[in-house]
């Protein structure tokens, strides 16, 4: 069983930055792809970005581009997400998750296990 333990939310202000992180423990972390997505209230939850099993592959919605960025450190087990040039619109809860395969993916469906969630707010 895995388990992922998202923390690093909090209150910013537009312009501002926030680093996430995502412990991971129960089964070879260095082997699997490891995405964050956001749901705000009322709304589907959504991609924001996707690292492979070795940190040399990301990928990032188009809202975020430029302004997040996702790495990782197999040493320690955990995969950081550093927003900065936060946006009112960035509010919303953030999930890490972890695929079975090694390759980075967008889709919700792809992914086998998720963290709890942190929230982040961003006031304008």
């Known amino acids: 069983q895995v388990h992922l333990v998202d923390t690093g939310g909090g209150l910013a202000q537009a312009g501002g930055s926030l680093r996430l992180s995502c412990a991971a423990s129960?089964?070879?972390?260095?082997?699997?792809?490891t995405g964050w997505f956001r749901q705000a209230p009322g709304k589907e939850r959504e991609f924001v970005a996707s690292?492979?099993?070795?940190?040399?592959?990301?990928y990032y919605a188009e809202t975020v581009k430029g302004r997040f960025t996702i790495s990782r450190d197999n040493a320690k087990n955990t995969v950081y997400l550093q927003m900065n040039s936060l946006k009112p619109e960035d509010t919303a809860v953030y999930y890490c998750?972890?695929?079975?395969?090694?390759?980075?993916?967008?889709?919700?469906?792809?992914?086998?296990?998720w963290g709890q969630g942190t929230q982040v707010t961003v006031s304008s």
């Open positions: 998750a972890q695929r079975s395969g090694g390759g980075v993916g967008y889709r919700v469906n792809e992914y086998t296990y």
């Open positions: 690292i492979n099993w070795s940190g040399g592959t990301t």
């Open positions: 129960g089964r070879t972390f260095s082997i699997y792809a």
